[in-house]
Nanobody, 124 residues
Framework: QVQLVESGGGLVQTGGSLRLSCVAS?????????MGWFRQAPGKEREFVAS????????DYTDSGQGRFTVSRDNAKNTVYLKMNELKPEDTAEYYC????????????????WGQGTQVTVSS
C-alpha cells in the first residue's frame, strides 16, 4: 500500500513562491515510482502540473508552469517537491501528488496512488 501525504500549501500573494512536499510511505521502493503533481480548481477538471521520473532524470511540465515550477525528488527521503515561483491567481487550486510505477505521464488516470491534496491560494 502506497500512501502519499502532501504539505506546504497556503495563502500567498501574486508573485510569491511556495514549495510543496509529498512524502511517500513505500519503504525502499519509492525509487521505483515516477511522481506527478496535479491540481484542481473549483469547478474545473483536474489538470497535470508536472512529473518526474523514478530517477529524477526526466521531468515534464505543463506549459503554464514551464519556467516557473520545478519538480524534484529525494529518494533517500521518499519525498517529491514542487517549487512554484511567480505564482498567479490562476494557480489557485488543490494540489495533489500521485505515484505511478516506473514511468511518468501527463494523464491522471494512469497514476495508481494519490495523496489527499494541499490547498494553494494566490491572492491578487
Amino acid at each position: 500500500q502506497v500512501q502519499l501525504v502532501e504539505s506546504g500549501g497556503g495563502l500567498v500573494q501574486t508573485g510569491g513562491s511556495l514549495r510543496l512536499s509529498c512524502v511517500a510511505s513505500v519503504g525502499h521502493f519509492f525509487s521505483s515510482y515516477a511522481m506527478g503533481w496535479f491540481r484542481q480548481a473549483p469547478g474545473k477538471e483536474r489538470e497535470f502540473v508536472a512529473s518526474i521520473s523514478w530517477s529524477g532524470g526526466t521531468t515534464d511540465y505543463t506549459d503554464s508552469g514551464q519556467g516557473r515550477f520545478t519538480v524534484s525528488r529525494d529518494n533517500a527521503k521518499n519525498t517529491v517537491y514542487l517549487k512554484m515561483n511567480e505564482l498567479k491567481p490562476e494557480d489557485t487550486a488543490e494540489y495533489y501528488c500521485a505515484a505511478r510505477y516506473y514511468s511518468g505521464t501527463r494523464y491522471d488516470y494512469e497514476y495508481e496512488h494519490w495523496g489527499q491534496g494541499t490547498q494553494v491560494t494566490v491572492s491578487s
